[in-house]
């Protein structure tokens, strides 16, 4: 996934309301330092562990939309230690889908055709990614980003998610019903070399991940290369 247009650096002031943030750059005429911020637009509801520090170093792209409220999105940062992280979570999906075009996790090379936000289930949920097995079945993919880290150990959810736990229940149904259901960790996050449930974020998620695997969900996690030139699949990383 290349970025459409060259990100801007600039310096992380605050993260607020969710959706908002904060950032400046010296050199930025009107928007230079912290009585001067520029506010951008902040794609990531969750608790943004360890990624949005004051004064890290920020990477934001330019909607070039002069109408937009906030015309700027924070895309990447840079932790103390050097490691890069994708803040946008909805670059996850883009990656993951050219991971699975591409062949790069071996579990779905069995899958030719992929088709991204079907209505499936009872809920009438939509799926991240659909396909069919060489056998005829239906393939489930649910993706989830994965940017909270110790260390190289990553974890998913970084926050209580009653949502994600509601999405292992709808795969269980289908995995139920005959057919295969996966969730694919989208790692955004350089330093991250393993991936579990975050039992001291979410302790109901990780019991629920824990079920979903007993009844055949499967679990995967994909590491990228992160840059401001773009963000790209790289192959598999342990679920543990």
Not at 7 to 15: K, M, P, S, Y
Request: net charge neutral.
């Amino acid at each position: 996934m290349q970025f459409d247009n060259p990100l801007e650096q600039a310096f992380l002031l605050r993260r607020y309301k969710r959706f908002l943030a904060d950032v400046y750059h010296p050199s930025w005429p009107h928007y230079s330092n912290s009585e001067h911020p520029l506010t951008v637009h902040c794609p990531n509801t969750g608790a943004m562990t360890g990624c949005a520090e004051p004064g890290m170093r920020v990477w934001l792209s330019d909607s070039q939309n002069s109408k937009r409220k906030y015309r700027y999105t924070w895309e990447l940062a840079e932790t103390s230690a050097g490691d890069s992280i994708c803040v946008n979570t909805q670059r996850a999906n883009q990656v993951v889908g050219e991971a699975l075009q591409q062949q790069l996790l071996p579990a779905f090379r069995d899958i030719n055709e992929w088709c991204a936000e079907r209505r499936y289930g009872d809920a009438n949920r939509r799926i991240d990614w659909q396909g069919t097995t060489a056998d005829g079945r239906q393939c489930y993919v649910e993706v989830k980003s994965v940017t909270l880290a110790e260390g190289a150990q990553g974890y998913f959810p970084d926050t209580v998610s009653q949502r994600a736990r509601e999405h292992l229940r709808s795969l269980q149904a289908m995995v139920a019903q005959g057919q295969r259901a996966a969730v694919i960790y989208c790692v955004l996050h350089s330093g991250v070399q393993v991936v579990s449930a975050a039992a001291h974020c979410d302790p109901k998620y990780a019991e629920a991940a824990i079920e979903a695997k007993r009844q055949g969900v499967e679990f995967y996690a994909l590491a990228c290369d992160i840059s401001p030139q773009g963000i790209h699949p790289k192959g598999e990383l342990p679920v543990k």
